[in-house]
């Protein structure tokens, strides 16, 4: 064997490969993220440029075609038996797209997944399910406790993808799930599974095999502490369509959320509950939000975000109070942490509040993340409450952004946020000036418009 490097430094952040260590990536240009893995000789071409690229390319020349000879057949999307999900895939599942479902352990991937192939797999749809993580048997365990498994469903457990590309070969599912992309290796990476260079090497190679089979296959990913799929960006960057799966562990809901997709808008999010026997759906997310809200506590304002095409009602919770060191505390659990320092700023200056002095706590309801811009004004509204000590009307809805001048700015889509409060049974709501006067009333709804913040305090 000749002689030569045997292992190059990669980025975890982007990819990016070296033959020598450095403190900063040249590429992202961020710190410290240079770790050393082993390379085979046999898959780096020559100045290392193939590896980055994923899939090798077959030799042959395939001729270029005209838009007219594509057939648009292969696009049929295939309804996953959940509304919710279909929704974040943008109406199901397209034939031949690779997507990524991340988030934390424990959160609910592996059940969504099989609870997906079994209503596949009772559609008549021939579908593949491999797992790197569980045996045979806990993974029959976890489906007896979703229910009767119909159809041409079958599992293998399987970390090696060269054998795995094989049993996609030999099988040819419509739809495949490979449970989890951190526990894939292939052989002539030399690597351990998990590794920058394994993890973008696997990805590369099932992105291959769904493109060229009309194959759609669904991508396990465990996320990292700071919440992004362990692993390259370039991750993200190479398959079609990118799903988180959230939720607060104490809490039983779960929520989808669609980052990035090829073939469907993004920012849809799909609610869904841990129940028993599996994920249920959450039909009226805003209701299951808003369910036992404290009635007359002062800091509390209910507010809407808008989710895509879907408005959600949740509460803002904030509680201000005098500080016992120098230093005043602040935390958002839920919202952005600089947002909220902004908004007392907003208060200390604008409205002469003395904010400078006062621990603030600002706290979304239930563990939801949110940070439209629209729930600017339940936050300021929710801590001057505190501030005061006044309790909001428990029927009133809260929205608007709020600008460093201390004015309200409109946002979108703001009928669609009375509506769904309308509907609701809430019987006021406050709103930038701005989006009244481009509204038809709402019946039952009396709307207030502001055009800045001390006039939406002055209501208090
Ligand atoms: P799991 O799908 O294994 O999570 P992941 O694949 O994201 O790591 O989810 C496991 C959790 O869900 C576990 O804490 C048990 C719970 N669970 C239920 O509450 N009900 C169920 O029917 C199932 C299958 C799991
Ligand atoms: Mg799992």
Redesign the pocket.
Known sequence: MAKGKTTAFFCSECGYESSKWMGQCPACRAWNTMVEEPVAKASSSPGGRGRAGGPQRPAAYTRPSLLSEISLEEQDRIPTGFKELDRVLGDGIVAGSLILVG??????????L?QVCRHLAADGRRVLYISG?ESLKQIKM?AN??GPVSGELRFLCETNLDRIEQALEAEGPQVAVI?SIQTMYREEIASAPGSVSQVRESTGLLLQIAKSRGMAIFV?GHVTKEGVVAGPRVLEHMVDTVLY?EGDRNAAYRILRGVKNRFGSTNEIGVFE??????AEVENPSEYMLEGRPQDASGAVVSCSMEGTRPILLEVQALVAETSFGMPRRTAAGTDYNRVNLLMAVLEKRCRYEMSRLDAYVNIAGGMRMNEPALDLAIVMALMSSYKDRPVDPGMLIFGEVGLSGEVRAVSQAAQRVYEAAKLGFTSCVLPKVCLDRMKPVPGIKLIGVSTVREAIGIL
């Open positions: 988030g934390d352990p424990g959160i609910g991937k592996s059940t969504l099989l993580e976890r406790r979703i449970d396990v799966f841990m129940e028993e026997k599996g994920l």
